[in-house]
């Protein structure tokens, strides 16, 4: 696997999103590559680093919206109310 190509899937490795078939081949690179096994390395240790300083995120509340009321028809009873 050359590696140029190999560089554009390294994230994709890194979060284990690629098949089986690249799995195998990346690994097989990153056995004869030392340059990007050491890379590959890096970026492990910062994933790590960054998942474990980042706060627990919160579910925020749910919110519940409700349809607006109907528009009531005015009666001549609402006016004479007032008083």
């Not at 990007?36 to 998942?51: F, G, I, P, S």
């Not at 579910?59 to 409700?66: D, Q």
Request: some cysteine; charged content about 30%.
């Amino acid at each position: 696997m050359d590696c140029k190509r190999w560089k554009e899937t390294w994230v994709a490795y890194l979060y284990d999103e690629c098949s089986p078939e690249e799995r195998e081949t990346i690994d097989a690179h990153l056995g004869g590559c030392d340059v990007c096994r050491e890379r590959m390395n890096e970026l492990a240790v910062t994933r790590e680093a960054l998942a474990s300083s980042a706060p627990e995120l919160v579910a925020p509340p749910r919110v519940l919206v409700l349809p607006a009321a109907p528009a009531r028809k005015p009666s001549s009873w609402s006016f004479a109310g007032g008083f």
